[in-house]
């Protein structure tokens, strides 16, 4: 199990902005669970927001008044026989907080105020939700969480990140109908914020490095490349002469058992074989790959390196359930080891 301290240290990764002076104060607070960690990021980035001015946008609003504003709908007012009433259905745009991000922002906190979090977060939220109280509730399950993000919105891509981690990591009670969060995210969402985490954690410690996520393109003799599948890494890094390609695995259990014998997942090993084999960036380049597996309650350490027709191919586990140093020291290990040695 990961203690909420290191989720939140890699959610700070993942989302730089949670490494910033009003955030700060948050990895030296003790959270009892994932969706208490959750609302103490939600209830500091919704205070800097409403500091800042709530999000304010154009909301089509049709309304039944007595006079005209925007565009009159004669066809509902007919239907409606408003005008024996002296009123007409009009169509409008109206200047309101009552647009989806707002949406989303207060659906996610008055969730939250159902789960196993601290009172005084609960007391916070519930003062927040005051400013939201002409914003529209969603279903969680209805949410379109394709936002485009612009200069004027940027500040809250990150809350709709954390809302999106929260409202899908959310189970319904089978008996009462309501929504409870689960203790830790689940393993999907675990998954994307684990090889989120490693591709910043990378990005961020080690500037001299390229780190980057390219399609790989398939070693062809011919062009000819009907029907074959995209290959997208999970995170490459390069020194100008050495390259490693990082596959980051998040499982129940980072090896497979057939009888009494365990081995390495087989897909997962001919994936970051073909990865090694098809990438071509240069031909003097060396170029090994890595299964980096984070460390399950098997408790199985992996940390095996195979020499495949001229490449090194490695699996290693990543123990996240540590003090968050000892996480440092082991991705900086793996650097020196396939980066900066001369040999593996």
Request: aromatic residues 12%; hydrophobic residues 35%; proline residues 2%.
């Amino acid at each position: 199990m990961i203690p909420v301290q290191n989720i939140f240290h890699m959610l700070a990764y993942a989302f730089k902005i949670l490494k910033s002076k009003g955030y700060s104060n948050l990895s030296k607070e003790s959270f009892s669970n994932s969706a208490d960690l959750m609302a103490g990021i939600i209830i500091k980035g919704v205070s800097s927001q409403i500091k800042q001015g709530l999000r304010r946008d154009y909301i089509d609003t049709s309304e039944t008044i007595s006079g005209v504003r925007g565009k009159i709908d004669v066809t509902q007012s007919v239907k409606y026989r408003t005008l024996n009433n002296k009123q007409l259905i009009c169509t409008f745009d109206d200047f309101s907080i009552d647009m989806k991000m707002n949406q989303v922002l207060k659906t996610t906190m008055s969730i939250l105020t159902y789960q196993k979090i601290e009172r005084k977060r609960k007391k916070e939220l519930r003062r927040l939700l005051m400013y939201l109280q002409d914003v529209s509730l969603l279903d969680p399950n209805t949410i379109s969480w394709n936002f485009r993000y612009d200069r004027n919105n940027q500040t809250y891509q990150m809350l709709m990140n954390i809302c999106y981690l929260i409202l899908k990591g959310m189970l319904i009670s089978q008996k009462t109908g309501k929504m409870k969060m689960l203790d830790f995210l689940d393993e999907q969402r675990m998954s994307s914020l684990y090889e989120r985490f490693i591709f910043e954690y990378y990005r961020q410690e080690f500037p001299q490095l390229k780190v980057y996520a390219p399609y790989i393109r398939w070693n062809l003799d011919d062009d000819f490349q009907d029907l074959l599948p995209m290959m997208k890494s999970d995170i490459v890094i390069s020194n100008g002469e050495k390259t490693l390609i990082i596959d980051a695995k998040f499982y129940g259990k980072s090896t497979q058992q057939y009888y009494d014998v365990r081995t390495l997942h087989s897909h997962n090993l001919y994936q970051i074989f073909t990865y090694v084999k098809n990438y071509d960036d240069k031909p003097t380049v060396e170029v090994a790959g890595l299964l980096l597996y984070a460390k399950t309650s098997d408790g199985i350490n992996l940390n095996h390196t195979y020499q495949m027709t001229g490449n090194y191919i490695a699996a290693q586990t990543l123990d996240l359930n540590c003090d968050f140093s000892m996480i440092r020291n082991q991705l900086n290990s793996i650097i020196d080891d396939f980066l900066h040695n001369t040999a593996v």
